[in-house]
């Protein structure tokens, strides 16, 4: 049943008594009761009267009874009601904010950082950290290398803002010296630096596709080494992100047999980097500026209607941009990894940018 349409707003004693069950059973992962929860609600309520608003919370859509004598447990849409009541809070202490941009400004190569950031945000949550970098086409060039491996061989050292290092091999037709290839290198940087990678190419093809004999043998080189060396940035493979991922270890432990063949399921997605990369990429469509949190994956993953994904876009320029974010079962603690993938994305961008 869809329970998105013509259901009446939750009273704040409603919303209160929601919150608070959520955070017990995201402690315990046991269904919690009117007595258990008259014990740590706020207000001095009964047991009987919460049981009534538990009812109600239950004929709605937002809580779930396993069985008949148990306690209730929060349903997707429960979850997503809370949710939505911590987007913009704080669940991080002073001491852990300062121990993340600590750990992370320690790193000064930008994929060690990716690494450490997915290895952070696995540690704080005890659940699976990812970090996807930027897609190559969209890496604003600082400065490129050609370097002669063979007659026909060349390696390509491309930086980008931020310190980001991108390596690849090409074959020419024609034999290259070192200094021409130099003069090439110094040339792309002097005329195309400050621009993405597709725009270079763009404007490298329409002077190819202008007569040879206008140019002199220097710019014939430059757009030869130029569109071999950026014509990955055409939507294949070599244009997709590099994904760093960290914790599935914590998530075997955290599960039971059949919770096991779910992240099993889950890992071949991982091992399918072009579907992980567009399920995230689909999730964050969504978003603004922040979190983007997506309760049950069932449409992109069959039988993964218990897991959460909540990830968050990080930008150092404003060409350049990736997505950080958190991987685990729907019984996670929402308030500290809603902050903590907020945070992360925010940090990981100014210290990319500073570099």
Known sequence: MDWSQNQPALNDRSKNVLRTLIREYVQSGKPIGSRLLAKVYAEDLSPATLRNVMADLEDGGYLAQPHTSAGRVPTRRGYRLYVESLLGGSGLSVVELDQIRTSLEEETDPADMMSKTSQLLSLYTNSIGFVLSPAISTVVMKHIEFVRLSNQRVLVILVGEG??????????????????????????????????????????????????????????????????????????????????LDGTSRIVRRLDEPGLERLFSLLRTFEEKDRLIRI?????????????????????????????????????????????????????EYEKTISLVDYVAKLFGQILRSN
């Open 163 to 244: 310190g980001l290092v991108q390596h690849k091999l090409i074959q020419v037709k024609d034999k290259l010296s070192q200094s021409a290839l130099d003069q090439a290198g110094r040339y792309l940087v002097e005329h195309f630096a400050g621009m993405n990678l597709t725009t270079i190419r763009s404007k490298l093809l329409k002077q190819m596709s202008r007569e040879k004999a206008l140019y002199d043998r220097l710019l014939q080189n430059v757009i030869l080494l130029g569109c071999v060396a950026l014509a990955s940035t055409d939507g294949l493979a070599e244009n997709e992100p590099e994904v760093y």
């Open 280 to 332: 995230i990429g689909e999730c964050l469509e969504e978003a603004n500026d922040g979190p983007s949190v997506t309760i049950g994956l069932e449409r992109h993953i069959p039988g993964m209607n218990n897991w959460t994904l909540i990830t968050s876009p990080y930008s150092y320029d404003c060409q350049t941009s990736g997505s950080l974010g958190v991987l685990g079962p729907s019984r996670m």
